[in-house]
T-cell receptor, first 114, second 109 residues
Framework: EAAVTQSPRSKVAVTGGKVTLSCHQT?????MYWYRQDTGHGLRLIHY???????EKGDIPDGYKASRPSQENFSLILELASLSQTAVYFC?????????????FGPGTRLTVL | QQNVQQSPESLIVPEGARTSLNCTFS?????YFWWYRQHSGKAPKALM?????GEKEEGRFTIHLNKASLHFSLHIRDSQPSDSALYLC?????????FGSGTRLLVSP
């Protein structure tokens, strides 16, 4: 049973439309993250959260909002989708066990903005 | 702000070869150093980590860390076609993790 799930797994959106990506974890982790990955490249941090009802900006937050209504759920919101936001989005969770903050990733959401 | 760089960008090696991947970082206060592996179309998954200078071996994989040189590496012994993937190094100093851009490894049979 997957510990981090994402929905939808893929989505096609129109430019200027609103997109919401959802993430759910059953790891009982405090920390949750949203990353984007552009084709064949590394991961860049968009937003993260270490407690419910609070979110923090990552390295590339412009054009994105996040929401953490509960420990288990973390959403990424694109209010006005743009072509440049076409990418694969990964959600991850972690805890502070041993101080390592190992990232446990969901399967990803492939977003195409047309 | 932490800057994490990987080299090479891509690598093709024959089956059975020893493979070396490199990662440099900029923040000397970094605490944990990771290698993640991502097979095509899949999510990244942690491979192994290290937090103190030296080396750590797990099966065919070895991490070397030199904090003074701001460098760590992953060595794969007896590379297998199943090792073909995108390898991402990552550095953390707390709950925020910064990833490198990845090395794409192809092991040819």
């Amino acid at each position: 049973e997957a510990a981090v799930t994402q929905s939808p797994r893929s989505k096609v959106a129109v430019t200027g439309g609103k997109v919401t990506l959802s993430c759910h974890q059953t790891n009982n982790h405090d920390y949750m993250y949203w990353y984007r990955q552009d084709t064949g490249h590394g991961l860049r941090l968009i937003h993260y959260s270490y407690v419910a009802d609070s979110t923090e900006k990552g390295d590339i937050p412009d054009g994105y909002k996040a929401s953490r209504p509960s420990q288990e759920n973390f959403s990424l919101i694109l209010e006005l989708a743009s072509l440049s936001q076409t990418a694969v989005y990964f959600c991850a969770s972690s805890d502070r066990t041993g101080g390592s903050y190992e990232q446990y990733f969901g399967p990803g959401t492939r977003l195409t903005v047309l | 702000q932490q800057n994490v760089q990987q080299s090479p960008e891509s690598l093709i090696v024959p089956e059975g070869a020893r493979t070396s991947l490199n990662c440099t970082f900029s923040d000397s206060a970094s605490q944990y150093f990771w290698w993640y592996r991502q097979h095509s179309g899949k999510a990244p998954k942690a491979l192994m980590s290290i937090f103190s200078n030296g080396e750590k071996e797990e099966g065919r994989f070895t991490i070397h860390l030199n904090k003074a040189s701001l460098h760590f590496s992953l060595h794969i012994r007896d590379s297998q076609p199943s090792d073909s993937a995108l390898y991402l190094c990552a550095v953390s100093g707390g709950y925020k993790v910064v990833f490198g851009s990845g090395t794409r490894l192809l092991v040819s049979p």
